[in-house]
């Protein structure tokens, strides 16, 4: 099997093989439709969005120089589409934050998650996450739901290194909190039966 | 030690159940929207019409022509700006040759004339925009 990377078909469309686009907007629109869509939610706007990103790169394809991977200059793109979308909407977000996290809150909660069948719980998280800032939810999904390296966010965000680490960390807890919260009335009678 | 500790099992419990998160995709169609935009946009780009004199050098024209103006009027003393006086004088002394004596044109010819350049101009914008209207879409 013969696998072609992103830069032979960039060279295509360069030389005026428009249709070679295509294999490039298959390969990543996933990535950048549930990027899009955990950062300003609705379904319509998350495609709007991933299609301007689509757009603006070919434009602007000539200016890729190979420095950072594709996806990361892509994802960068959508990034900034996102935040630009998000500007004329602002969003106000209030959660409390655990200052001080045990073993045990994280363990309690996790055993609680248990119970919960396994679709159901990806929604309570996909909600949880989704009451998170905007900054703040898009690292966590970045970081580890595709797995980019701090490098790769540093990048698309142009936060400075500690600033996503400190995000990073905050964006964790911020995590942990409401999803105790969401799950208390369970937590309360898992420490009622035992 | 122990705040790594914690960190290290935060830092798993997100990423467990981030992971467990289900991916949506897009429309059917999403691929296809974008080539025929990309394919729409290449096309008009390439019909697109430049203007003959670009925005930029009527900008410099005019203001050549405003700083030009202000000198004349300003400083219309200034010896710099004069132009030498040059005897014409030996112009009128030429005689030219009157080819034209005598020729006559008949009314009809000139009505047929003035019609045909009309009726060219009109033709050009009929084409001109029959042609934009055709290739644009």
Request: hydrophobic share 40%; net charge neutral; with cysteine.
């Amino acid at each position: 099997m013969t696998i072609i990377n992103d830069q032979t078909y960039i060279d295509k469309i360069l030389k005026g093989d428009t249709n070679a686009y295509a294999f490039l907007v298959e390969k990543y629109k996933t990535m950048v439709f549930t990027l899009a869509l955990k950062m300003v939610k609705s379904r319509e706007e998350a495609e709007e969005i991933s299609q301007d990103t689509f757009i603006k790169a070919y434009k602007s394809l000539s200016k890729f120089k190979g420095e950072s991977k594709f996806s990361t200059w892509l994802y960068k793109i959508a990034y900034r589409t996102c935040l630009d979308a998000l500007k004329k909407t602002k969003e106000q977000y209030s959660v409390d934050v655990i200052d001080e996290i045990t073993i045990n809150k994280i363990k309690s909660t996790e055993s609680v998650l248990e119970g919960i069948e396994r679709k159901e719980r990806a929604q309570v998280i996909n909600s949880c996450l989704l009451s998170m800032p905007e900054e703040e939810r898009s690292i966590l999904w970045m970081f580890y739901f595709e797995e980019l390296s701090l490098k790769e966010i540093i990048e698309i965000t142009d936060f400075s290194e500690s600033n996503v680490k400190v995000k990073l960390h905050r964006a964790r807890k911020m995590l942990l909190s409401i999803v105790e919260k969401n799950v208390e009335p369970e937590l309360i009678n898992h420490y009622g039966r035992k | 030690m122990g705040e790594n500790k914690h960190i290290e099992e935060l830092s798993a419990f997100t990423k467990k159940h981030i992971k467990d998160i289900e991916i949506e995709t897009p429309s059917i169609d999403f691929t296809a929207n974008i080539m025929e935009t990309i394919l729409k946009e290449e096309k008009t780009s390439v019909y697109k019409a430049t203007p003959l004199i670009s925005k930029k050098v009527w900008f410099v024209l005019a203001s050549i022509l405003a700083v030009s103006v202000l000198y004349v009027s300003k400083g219309a003393s200034l010896n710099w700006l004069k132009v030498p006086e040059i005897k014409m004088d030996y112009l009128s002394n030429i005689q030219f040759p009157n080819f034209f004596e005598g020729f006559t044109i008949s009314h009809t010819v000139l009505y047929t004339s003035f019609l045909f350049t009309v009726m060219i101009f009109i033709q050009i914008y009929v084409l001109k925009n029959h042609f934009t209207k055709h290739l644009n879409s």
